[in-house]
Nanobody, 114 residues
């Protein structure tokens, strides 16, 4: 059974940066397209960044040119570098497979506020 553990969130001022990590156990991620999703209070979970098994990234318009997704298959980990953060980026961030998802991890809270 796959377990996903997200980390790296926190409180940051607008314009700041954070790097999120998603460590997986129970399965090798390298065969799968992976994504970072986020859910703000009262909103549905949305996909903000994805990376194919070949390493090709794709971003939602709301985060394009600010967020960078990457993966380290040797560490079985997916990352999300977030720069120029805005208050509207505040949400719980999750990673999961693209398409039919696995069980969700606990997520990591990102709060952007002055």
């Amino acid at each position: 059974q796959v377990q996903l553990v997200e980390s790296g969130g926190g409180l940051v001022q607008p314009g700041g940066s954070l790097r999120l990590s998603c460590a997986a156990s129970g399965l090798a991620l390298r065969m799968y397209g992976m994504g970072w999703y986020r859910q703000a209070p009262g909103n549905q979970r949305e996909l903000v960044a994805r990376i194919s098994s070949f390493g090709t990234p794709n971003y939602a318009d709301s985060v394009k040119d600010r967020f960078t997704i990457s993966r380290d298959n040797a560490k079985n980990t997916v990352y999300l570098q977030m720069n120029s953060l805005k208050p509207e980026d505040t949400a719980v961030y999750y990673c999961n497979k693209i398409g039919t998802t696995w069980s969700w991890g606990q997520g990591t809270q990102v709060t952007v506020s002055s």
